[in-house]
């Protein structure tokens, strides 16, 4: 399982011209389901996403959790995180985790994310999101189980 994970002041997320998202602050996590994850992939990075601290404290270190400091996270589902560009410059996705295994697994990070204490936002599964992001830093981490 893989995430990105990005520091942000605000996100949307629309489809078909439709707001479903919105979060004043916090994170935007882009999250990559492969072949072979399992729920404990799916605990790993949702208890690295909740404790992930890149929000500055009073001395302007990089010290706090998305929890501490109040903020959201919105959680994308995104395949294309596996994408392979090893053999050209088209990705070839077969890495990714067919959607039937995929999504349960999306939830499954989303349902422990809310455990931690975490206010969760969610994308549309599958669907051709539009999503507007104000990035903040920069401050963008990988995290793979």
Do not use: W
């Not at 560009?85 to 088209?90: A, E, F």
């Amino acid at each position: 399982m893989k995430a990105v994970a990005q520091r942000v002041k605000k996100t949307t997320l629309c489809v078909d011209g439709e707001l479903i998202s919105e979060i004043p602050f916090g994170l935007t996590v882009f999250l990559g389901v492969k072949t072979g994850d399992t729920e404990k992939d799916g605990a790993y990075i949702a208890k690295k996403i909740a404790g992930l601290r890149v929000f500055e404290d009073e001395n302007g270190k990089m010290n706090l959790s998305v929890k501490d400091v109040g903020g959201e996270v919105l959680l994308v589902s995104q395949f294309t995180l596996y994408g392979d560009t090893s053999h050209g410059n088209r990705p070839s996705f077969t890495a990714a985790a067919r959607p039937e295994v995929a999504e349960p697994l999306y939830e499954y990070v989303v349902k422990e994310l809310s455990a931690y204490g975490v206010v969760v936002k969610k994308g549309v599964f599958g669907a051709d999101m539009k999503i507007e992001q104000y990035n903040d830093g920069p401050v963008t981490i990988l995290l793979e189980s």
